[in-house]
């Protein structure tokens, strides 16, 4: 189906952008990253739009590592994440999400920020920014706020983003004593939407966990984290059990549904599974490690 038409306009920076943001927030507008959920929206006449701006040019493109943060821009594709060593050396949960996005072609246009701002609960973005404490920039002509992630979304394909504002950069702190992993299962390896996604991390205080996050997506309105879960974990030395108790105390906090890709019930037992599984993996990339040996010698 062709596109209605619309006014085009690409700003040449970020200023530029903020700008016709702006002139336009009370039009019948929309912005424009990688365009791979919008542009299939626009053919099936699920948004029409009057104006598209483009925000390629806008110098959001960026993935910069400051001594205790990183930041990324809203831009940079998840090719690029995937790709970038700090990213994988540094945020290994991160480029996790990202190697798995799509295809190859999907990739390689998808972008970080357009991937939250669409705000599918199957999003693979958010479970593994949503575990490592990231915030969000927000940035209209008039106000520049930082806000956490997990106050970010509000229902399917709906954020806190005012008219006129838009996500800018994705803020992630770096810690050395926090480490995490992200896992998905669709109906195929790749090329499909996540039936459930997951992501999980811990820090330890000696042989015990002193923090403990942990995030799913696809079941439930929006991608959660299961809070319950996480105090459970706290101040307990790790066993091979504890990680499984912990799993299915996060399988209590989730309302997934069923659709013809998964039923309910399938949903809420491979996030057991998943997250189970995150947690293994996350013990594996601890650093000095915690004591695999209570866990049956590593990761299962």
Request: net charge positive; aromatic share 4%.
């Amino acid at each position: 189906m062709l596109l209605n038409t619309f006014e085009y306009l690409k700003p040449t920076n970020l200023s530029n952008a903020l700008e016709v943001l702006d002139d336009l927030k009370d039009k019948n507008m929309q912005v424009l990253a990688g365009g791979t959920d919008l542009i299939p929206w626009m053919r099936a006449r699920v948004k029409e739009v009057d104006h598209l701006v483009d925000l390629a040019d806008a110098g959001l493109n960026h993935i910069v590592f400051d001594h205790d943060q990183a930041r990324i821009g809203a831009t940079v594709t998840f090719a690029e994440i995937f790709a970038d060593p700090e990213v994988r050396l540094k945020l290994p949960a991160i480029a996790e999400a990202a190697g798995v996005v799509g295809a190859v072609q999907t990739r390689n246009l998808a972008t970080l920020g357009g991937n939250l701002c669409s705000a599918i609960p199957s999003s693979d973005g958010a479970p593994a920014l949503l575990v490592l404490g990231a915030s969000l920039r927000l940035q209209s002509k008039n106000n520049d706020r930082l806000v956490p992630i997990e106050q970010f979304f509000l229902g399917p394909r709906r954020t806190v983003l005012q008219p006129g504002e838009v996500l800018t950069e994705i803020v992630v702190p770096l810690r050395e004593d926090f480490t995490a992993s992200f896992l998905r299962q669709g109906r195929r390896k790749a090329l499909t939407l996540s039936i459930v996604n997951s992501a999980a991390g811990f820090a330890m205080d000696g042989q015990k966990i002193s923090e403990a996050r942990i995030a799913l997506g696809a079941v439930a309105p929006i991608p959660l984290r299961a809070t319950k879960a996480e105090q459970f974990l706290l101040g307990k030395k790790i066993t091979s059990e504890l990680f499984a108790e912990a799993a299915a105390v996060a399988a209590t906090e989730i309302s997934p549904i069923s659709d013809l890709r998964a039923s309910a019930d399938y949903r809420r037992k491979i996030s057991m599974v998943l997250v189970r599984r995150a947690l293994e993996n996350a013990l594996a990339r601890q650093k000095p490690k915690a004591d695999a040996q209570t866990v049956g010698g590593g990761v299962r």
